[in-house]
């Protein structure tokens, strides 16, 4: 017997097969799950066009081994977030973070998690939705223990938004660590630098794209010595 589901899938990944689309999807009520989609990779489906990462579907599945998407209907496509270089990469930052930290159906917070996301797409203002995004992946990471923020330095106990950090935790400008790494958070290079150095590190998670290409090297230096 068919046992069918129906809800909010907010998109991480997909993979195409020859025919076919795999997506991985967080809904609040089903957690993160792997969705078959057969016929998904034909020109004709209606269904596959509408799995864009980062995209919000209503969806319609079956399960029977896995589960299989009957129908799906776009409900947001966060097209301002879409619209500007930085916004999208910290967007798929953001999604690749709770694709790696989101397993349990966490009601409340992907709630909150997801009208935070509405409402800086509908703002239409890009340095709102770029920090703004920027602190929901703090958001998520403090909410899984990766870090914890706002950072405090580990002497004097103020926030602190530059300085340095090492294992032990995070130091303010007047009282860096001997052998600490680097980090600011006053821009969006320095944002990025950092979030690409700590996903590295605790999540193994490799940014796939950077937005700022001429900068390669973060300037966040790790010293060696
Ligand atoms: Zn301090």
């Known amino acids: 017997m068919r046992e069918y589901v129906s809800g909010l899938f907010l998109i991480l990944d997909s993979k195409k097969y020859t025919d076919d689309i795999a997506f991985r999807g967080i809904s609040p009520f089903e957690g993160q799950q792997t969705i078959v989609v057969k016929g998904g990779n034909r020109e004709t489906s209606r269904r596959g066009k509408a799995l864009d990462l980062g995209n919000t579907i209503k969806a319609k599945l079956y399960k029977r081994h896995h589960y299989y998407l009957t129908e799906a209907e776009i409900v947001e496509s966060f097209s301002f977030i879409k619209s500007d270089l930085v916004t999208i990469v910290l967007f798929q930052i953001l999604l690749a973070v709770l694709k790696h930290t989101y397993f349990l159906p966490e009601r409340s917070f992907f709630f ?18 770029q920090l ?51 980090f600011s958070l006053f821009s969006n290079e320095d944002r990025v630098a950092y979030l690409s150095l700590i996903l590295k590190d605790q999540l ?22």
């Open 112 to 129: 909150s998690l997801y009208q935070s996301l509405l409402e800086l797409n509908e703002a239409k203002d890009v340095e709102r939705a």
């Open 132 to 182: 703004g995004i920027f602190l929901l992946i703090m958001k998520v990471l403090s909410f899984y223990d990766v870090v914890s923020f706002p950072f405090t330095c580990n002497i004097c106990g103020v926030h602190t938004y530059q300085g340095n950090f090492d294992y032990l935790g995070y130091y303010c400008n007047d009282h860096k660590a001997k052998e600490g790494t680097d």
């Open 204 to 225: 193994n998670i490799t940014l796939s794209r950077h937005p700022f290409p001429k900068h390669h090297a973060p300037s966040v230096e790790k010293r060696s010595n």
